[in-house]
């Protein structure tokens, strides 16, 4: 007789993404202490800003540095981007969280979430377009 050794059957768990709660913190308006509601990603230090209104608060999460490695190997801040909320802002769509995009010089771009995956792709195909140059070259 054949048997047929069957491993057990992985059965996955449904994932369950609840939203992540906003947090309280304190802040500085002014001088005047304050709490505010953050994004969970929110890592600004509000009390250290001590922002003169409360319209200039903003949220804004880790910051992704984009180096570039100098003909001395030395990096080199080309810019970054973030997640960002401005509730302050006269512009609705900044209110709501979005990338921020800025090249360190003074121009920054704002990115709606519903383009980050496009944005991520022109990062990943110009990252390649580079590699090609660069085996190109040798």
């Known amino acids: 007789m054949n048997t047929v050794a069957t491993s057990p059957a992985v059965v996955a768990a449904p994932v369950v993404s609840a939203p992540i709660p906003p947090h ?11 709490f505010v509601e953050c994004e969970p990603w929110c890592i600004e ?5 001590n922002e003169r209104h409360l319209d200039d608060l903003d949220h804004g ?3 992704v540095d984009f180096l570039v490695p100098d003909m ?3 990096a080199q801040l080309l810019g970054h981007v973030r997640l960002s909320a401005e509730p302050g ?5 900044l ?4 990338l921020l995009v800025e090249d360190g ?3 920054t771009v704002f990115v709606a979430l519903k383009d980050a995956g496009g944005f991520a792709d022109g990062l990943v195909a110009a990252a390649e377009q580079v590699r090609a140059m660069a085996r190109a070259a040798r």
């Open 24 to 34: 309280i913190r304190p802040a500085l308006v002014n001088g005047v202490r304050i």
């Open 45 to 49: 230090d509000h009390v250290a800003a």
């Open 61 to 63: 999460g880790e910051m």
């Open 72 to 74: 001395d190997g030395e």
């Open 89 to 93: 802002s006269s512009r609705p769509e």
């Open 95 to 98: 209110r709501r969280p979005h």
């Open 105 to 107: 010089s003074g121009f």
